[in-house]
């Protein structure tokens, strides 16, 4: 019995990151993780492509931004499930692409990171 009503509450638990996905502590790790390649106003360029409006943006489209042959190609549309493939290992969804991290292997701070970008117009 009480196997059976241990089940459903395993997978209530499992499913609570992704519910549970927190903008604020994403903010805090893309300004530590990202911040030194990436802005997140408009129209400014680092080392990276500015991540405002990254949300839904074809890939390789940021304005004034010089894109490896690579991310030109990548022919993506950045949404939860993209973003969530790249930044886990960008070289395994974008090979040769110029961004050099190694990705985030958290599961749940990937899901805090995508919220926090879907907020930046
Ligand atoms: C060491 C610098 C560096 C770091 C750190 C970095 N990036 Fe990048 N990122 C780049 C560069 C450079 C590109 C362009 C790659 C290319 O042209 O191949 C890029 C491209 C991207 C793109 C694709 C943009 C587009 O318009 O197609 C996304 C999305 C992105 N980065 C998100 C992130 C996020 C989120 C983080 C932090 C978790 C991060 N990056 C960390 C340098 C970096």
Known sequence: MRALLAAPLFALLALQ????????????IVKTQCGACHAVVAGKNLVGPSLAG???????????????????????TWDAKTLDTYLTNPKALVPGTTMTYAGLKSETQRADVIAYLATLK
């Open 17 to 28: 990151p992704a519910l549970a996905a927190d903008p604020e502590a994403g903010a805090k």
């Open 54 to 76: 990254i949300v839904g943006r074809h890939s390789g489209s940021v304005e004034g931004f010089r894109y490896s042959e690579a991310n030109k190609k990548a022919n993506l």
